[in-house]
């Protein structure tokens, strides 16, 4: 059974414009995580939210953690081509998992066009 | 450099040859863990290790083998694959306790 379900499973946008994808699980997690892939190499960690409501900024990305902490959310402003990558979510250790095994999300695949 | 290392990066081979994938990473970290990403069904861990001599399996551990002998070096071993591990292969590793993972470059296997 998959814990965490993103959407949209692909988006394909034109730079500059606004894109928010999502992350949602049946289950309250205490903790969050958000990673970009980029084509050919492997995830890197965007960011981790720990308390319901949290928001971080991370230059045109903001992340937003769901009061209830069931769900999660990644907004972009004026995309750029180089925002083009492969989105995911994950959830650490405890939360609906045994300690240490980390589950992801399927991803969100953004495709930002010139 | 702090990284997460992966050898080989690609590799063809026939059903039932074993082979082993490395895995090295020089951040000093307890944590490592083993994924493999195929399309439609995202990255699933395979199996990880909280310290030397201690692994534990993650969601999908069948066909699979590990070892920590050493903190800095976790490689997979696949005693007698199957075209079914043909997948993309990805190391990680992390501070105990704490929820970042620095992932390697990743190992392309197809098993033919």
């Known amino acids: 059974t998959q814990l965490l379900e993103q959407s949209p499973q692909f988006l394909s946008i034109q730079e500059g414009e606004n894109l928010t994808v999502y992350c949602n699980s049946s289950?309250?997690?205490?903790?969050l995580q958000w990673y970009r892939q980029e084509p050919g190499e492997g995830p890197v960690l965007l960011v981790t939210?720990?308390?319901?409501?949290e928001v971080k900024k991370l230059k045109r990305l903001t992340f937003q953690f769901g009061d209830a902490r069931k769900d999660s959310s990644l907004h972009i402003t004026a995309a750029q081509p180089g925002d083009t990558g492969l989105y995911l979510c994950?959830?650490?250790?405890?939360?609906?998992?045994?300690?240490?095994?980390?589950?992801f999300g399927k991803g969100t695949k953004l495709s930002v066009k010139p | 450099e702090a990284q997460v290392t992966q050898n080989p990066r690609y590799l063809i081979t026939v059903t039932g040859k074993k082979l082993t994938v490395t895995c090295s990473q020089n951040?000093?970290?307890?944590?490592m863990s083993w994924y493999r990403q195929d399309p439609g069904l995202g990255l699933r861990q395979i199996y990880y290790s909280m310290n030397v001599e201690v692994t534990d399996k993650g969601d999908v551990p069948e066909g699979y083998k590990v070892s920590r002998k050493e903190k800095r070096n976790f490689p997979l071993i696949l005693e007698s694959p199957s075209p079914n591990q043909t997948s993309l292969y990805f190391c990680?590793?992390?501070?105990?306790?704490?929820?970042?993972?620095?992932f390697g470059p990743g190992t392309r296997l197809t098993v033919l």
């Open positions: 939210v720990v308390t319901g409501g």
């Open positions: 990680a590793s992390g501070f105990r306790g704490r929820s970042e993972q620095f």
């Open positions: 994950a959830l650490r250790g405890g939360d609906g998992g045994s300690q240490g095994n980390l589950i």
């Open positions: 951040m000093n970290h307890e944590y």
């Open positions: 289950s309250v997690f205490s903790s």
